[in-house]
């Protein structure tokens, strides 16, 4: 039997970059020509700042959370897709003393930035009020801008350790007068680690719900006050708060009985 030998050339290797550079082509190749395109997120030119002038005080049982909408120089709803905000919440124990190590997770409200719940958004501040909180748990809360296409901005943080509610001013009452009201009220009890500083006042018109911010711009110092400028034949709703130093922490107490009263002409 007759053998033939066949003499093998010198073996053809491709460089090892020049390889990795054929195969990356190949892929996107085959990816631009079959499978259906995902999302495309909108690119901004300037990031969306966070949220300012952010605040967190007890209200008796619950919390409230404040900020203000970020301003850029223009139109932040519009010039910068703002959408909405996102807020997340972290549950932790004081004793720990560190509020801040672990950053907020569980999502616990998203609000549009149509926002326009009647008492807890006034111009560009918004509120938010939280009502599942527990007297000695720390709460730490970020406030995250929504941009549209599903992008986060950049969060604000702020913690704060709920305490005891204190006790609520009392026998609240009010004397209608022609487009005014009078309103006297007791201050609270407290006990001695619990130091009164104010009073805070809050009224609505009929149907409209409380306003998150008082009828006052500072703390109240005397038990009483004169309502002036309303409107006759219009009932309005009355409560009283007030306002407690507990070591460094202002808090506000549960708010008093609520009365109606409706100024008329010639009172």
């Known amino acids: 039997m007759m053998r033939f030998a066949v003499s093998r050339g010198p073996a053809f290797r491709v460089p090892r970059p020049a390889f990795l550079v054929m195969i990356g082509l190949l892929l996107i190749m085959l ?34 959370l404040g900020w203000k909408i970020p301003s850029t120089g223009k139109d932040a709803a519009e010039g910068h897709q703002l959408t909405g905000f996102l807020i997340r919440r972290l549950t932790y124990d004081p004793a720990d003393g560190c509020p801040t190590c672990r950053e907020p997770q569980s999502e616990v409200a998203e609000l549009d930035i149509r926002y326009r719940e009647p008492g807890q958004r006034i111009d560009k501040h918004i509120y938010w009020r939280d009502l599942d909180i527990r007297p000695g748990n720390g709460y730490r809360y970020a406030i995250v801008p929504l941009i549209l296409g599903g992008q986060e901005g950049t969060a604000a943080t702020i913690h704060l350790v709920a305490q005891p509610p204190p006790p609520p001013p009392t026998g609240l009452q009010a004397v209608a007068g022609d487009a005014r009201v009078s309103l006297e009220w007791v201050a609270p009890i407290l006990p001695k680690e619990m130091q009164l500083v104010g009073y805070n006042l809050y009224r609505r018109s009929e149907k409209l719900p409380f306003s998150i911010v008082p009828v006052n711009s500072k703390p109240l110092n005397e038990t009483g006050l004169l309502d002036r400028g309303l409107d006759n034949g219009l009932g309005y709703e009355y409560r009283v708060s007030a306002l407690i130093r507990i070591g460094d922490q202002l808090l506000e107490s549960i708010a008093s009985t609520e009365v109606m009263v409706t100024p008329r002409e010639g009172l």
């Open 31 to 64: 990816t631009s020509a079959c499978g259906k395109k995902g999302p495309v997120r909108p690119r901004l030119d300037t990031p969306i700042p966070s949220p300012e002038n952010v605040t967190l005080q007890q209200q008796g049982t619950l919390f409230v």
